[in-house]
């Protein structure tokens, strides 16, 4: 049974650190997206990339955010500095775009950060 | 004005009953809907699509009215099990972000 899987699935961290999370998408998938999720906003997206290339970030601090995906089986999500305001459910979510709509999100990421 | 509205709830029901939850979307070029369902501190999941002609899926059934923007979920013979949050879903275009409402909570008690 092919899953997303994403690294850490919690992490503490004190502000101003680097944080880094790591998605692997379900293999053969083409299209990677990154969401967070908070108590007031909800679901939100940050990015996503098609066959590795970024297509939409608008959803991204730009300042202290950066998402990658050096190879297909791996997309990363960076955060640096971070900040408490970035508190969050970080999922990342694979679909293959040309045959049918179904995004599957990995178990996500829970980030503190104090 | 959000994309994706729903009523929070919480929505308390006793087992066996039915439930019904709105949701309305603001974006009439929307193409695509669906109900997701989310459990707690648990990834979310897809419970089905929204066709105009409405679909069932078991005890499940979702309508969408596109005059109104206007999608629903319809759950029968309501579970235990099917406490959860449901999140009411559009997409723009295929391959893109979804939108999501910020979910339903649903507590269904013996």
């Known amino acids: 049974d092919a899953r997303v899987t994403q690294t850490p699935r919690d992490k503490v961290t004190e502000m101003g650190q680097e944080v880094t999370m790591r998605c692997q998408p379900i293999?053969?998938?083409?299209?990677v997206f990154w969401y967070r999720q908070t108590m007031m906003q909800g679901l939100e997206l940050l990015a996503y990339f098609r066959n590795r290339a970024p297509l939409d970030d608008s959803g991204m601090p730009k300042d202290r955010f950066s998402a990658e995906m050096p190879d297909a089986t791996l997309a990363t999500l960076k955060i640096q500095p971070s900040e408490p305001r970035d508190s969050a459910v970080y999922f990342c979510?694979?679909?293959?775009w040309g045959k049918g709509e179904t995004q599957y999100f990995g178990p996500g990421t829970r980030l503190l950060v104090l | 004005r959000k994309e994706v509205e729903q009523d929070p709830g919480p929505f308390n029901v006793p087992e066996g009953a039915t439930v019904a939850f709105n949701c309305t979307y603001s974006?009439?070029?929307?193409?695509?809907f669906f109900w997701y369902r989310q459990d707690c501190r648990k990834e979310p999941k897809l419970l089905m699509s929204v066709y105009s002609s409405g679909n069932e899926d078991g005890r499940f059934t979702a309508q969408l009215n596109r005059a109104s923007q206007y999608i629903s979920l319809l759950i029968r013979d309501s579970k235990l099990s099917d406490s959860a949050t449901y999140l009411c879903v559009v997409n723009y275009q295929a391959g893109t972000a979804l939108i999501f409402g910020k979910g339903t909570t649903l507590s269904v008690s013996s």
């Open positions: 974006n009439s070029a929307s193409q695509s």
């Open positions: 979510a694979s679909g293959d």
């Open positions: 293999l053969g998938h083409n299209t």
